[in-house]
Every structure is written in structure tokens, then in C-alpha cells.
């Protein structure tokens, strides 16, 4: 699936914008940090070498898409890794204002977790997971519904636009949730759909 194909499906899915998605068509060359600048300019200097996010905020995002985009009769979002897949995203296709509001909300989810069950999002169960990110998705929807454009995205949003788009991208996504078609034939814009049939994946 190309890029503009992936971020048309992700946007009808969700009923607006996708942030980053001006990074994402222009291969998400986000500006250099200082630091990346400096060791630009300095061969002597190391730009710096820390991750993103670490292995324990990858694996809480992995879980949190796999609540989104559960295991059925197809893999889920933990199986196109799309922790990782954010963590990409979130750095090279972000404003440093989003990348603060989606760490943010890393804390924000579990202190919801806490508030609502007494325990954090790891350990709950599968129908406490829904149940609280149900609750964020009507909050984010109310909220981007009545928000003026320039206004601060909700970060569960980015955390569902990230899931959608990172699974539908990814080649578990593609060839098992979606038709998938290595070699496309001849264009034929009549094809009989019936009720329940996989959409295809484009390439």
C-alpha cells in the first residue's frame, strides 16, 4: 500500500487529519534537533544515540494498538509491531509540540488505568483495555469535534491513527487483513463486491 493510499484510508477511518502527514508524504524529514545539527557541523561531535522510546514504552504501545486492533481470525496490531512503528513515527514525523503531547499521554493512559481500576494498563484484563480506550476514543472524538485546527491533538488520537496506519502499511496488514496482489493485472473499476469481502491492498 503506498503512502497516500495508506493516509486516505487512515483519515476516512478516523474522520479528519493525520497528524505528520505532510512528514510522512515527504519521507518525514523533520528538522535536525541542536544537537543533530551541531554534530553535522562538528565531525567530532556524536549526535545523540538515545532512543525515542524504550523497550518497556514500545511493548505499552504494542498493547495498547492490540486493544484497538485485536487478534481474530487475522493477526493483530502487536503482530505488525506497531509499537515500534510509532515510536518511528512519532520522532521523525512529529512536531517537537506532538512528540511532547503523545509522551504526555503515555503517562496520561496509565494515570486513567490507575484512576479507573486501581492498577495500571499492563495488568488489565482484555474488556477493562476496551473499555478505557473506548472511553478515550468518544473523548478525543468530542474534543476533535468541536476544537479549532491549530488547537493540540488528544493523544489517544495520534495513538489510533498510529495503530491504523502502521498495521494497514505493514505486511501482516496487507496480506492478511487486506487483498493483497504482488503483481496487479489490468485496471478493471467493476469488480462484484460482496458483503464482507477484504478490501485490497494497493502497492
Known sequence: ?????????????????????????????????????????????????????????IGFLDEVGETILPTTSTPGAKAAQVGSFMAVMVRDCYTPANQKIFLDGLTQLEQRSQKRYNQGFMALNAAQRTALLTALDAEQNALTAHQRPDAPSHYFRMMKQLTLLGYFTSEVGATKALRYQLVPGRYNGNIPYKKGDKTWATT
Open 1 to 57: 500500500m503506498n503512502r497516500r493510499d495508506a493516509l486516505a484510508r487512515v483519515a476516512l477511518l478516523m474522520s479528519g487529519t493525520i497528524i505528520g502527514a505532510d512528514l510522512f508524504l515527504s519521507s518525514c524529514s523533520s528538522p535536525a534537533s541542536k544537537e543533530q545539527k551541531a554534530a553535522l557541523l562538528d565531525p567530532g561531535k556524536k549526535a545523540p544515540s538515545t532512543p525515542f522510546l524504550n523497550a518497556s514504552q
